[in-house]
């Protein structure tokens, strides 16, 4: 079951409704051959993101996306909880020149891949760009 928790007011940053963000979750955790996945999401803003980035990574100022992996071994397909940056979606957005929906297609499939237990190389890559094509159609 994916669920999904906001503090900030996403429809503002990005034209989609949290149903959406769950059924863009969904749809990841499927392309990563997960069919029931345990998850949450929680939608936020700079302010929480910040402490958030300082209380876990010891690192200053706002991040865009955050992954806590679940510290379950019991072989479920929980991921852990995913915590997405409205502002930096927006901020982002515009610098990278994409939409703000795309952006936050691309912020999810990496910060998912991350809690599937992938780390940033070629592999990495190749599968965030397969995912985001099948999210994007």
């Given at each position: 079951m994916?669920?999904i928790?906001?503090?900030?007011?996403?429809?503002?940053?990005?034209?989609?409704?949290?149903?959406?963000?769950?059924?863009?979750?969904?749809?990841?955790?499927?392309?990563?051959?997960?069919?029931?996945?345990?998850?949450?999401?929680?939608?936020?803003?700079?302010?929480?993101?910040?402490?958030?980035?300082?209380?876990?990574?010891?690192?200053?100022?706002?991040?865009?996306?955050?992954?806590?992996?679940?510290?379950?071994?019991?072989?479920?397909?929980?991921?852990?909880?995913?915590?997405?940056?409205?502002d930096?979606?927006?901020?982002?957005?515009?610098?990278?020149?994409q939409?703000?929906?795309s952006?936050l297609?691309?912020l999810?499939?990496?910060?998912?891949?991350?809690?599937?237990?992938?780390?940033?190389g070629?592999?990495?890559?190749?599968?965030?760009?397969?995912?985001?094509?099948l999210?994007?159609?």
């Amino acid at each position: 079951m994916i669920t999904i928790q906001s503090d900030a007011y996403l429809s503002v940053a990005v034209p989609v409704s949290p149903v959406e963000v769950v059924r863009i979750a969904g749809k990841i955790a499927s392309g990563l051959g997960l069919d029931e996945p345990a998850m949450d999401i929680l939608v936020t803003h700079d302010l929480a993101m910040r402490d958030l980035n300082k209380h876990f990574l010891d690192m200053e100022g706002p991040t865009n996306v955050l992954g806590f992996p679940d510290s379950d071994e019991q072989g479920t397909d929980s991921l852990g909880q995913l915590v997405i940056n409205v502002d930096a979606v927006k901020r982002e957005s515009y610098l990278y020149g994409q939409d703000p929906y795309s952006y936050l297609v691309r912020l999810m499939v990496h910060g998912m891949l991350h809690l599937a237990g992938h780390e940033h190389g070629e592999i990495m890559s190749a599968m965030a760009e397969k995912l985001e094509s099948l999210i994007n159609q």
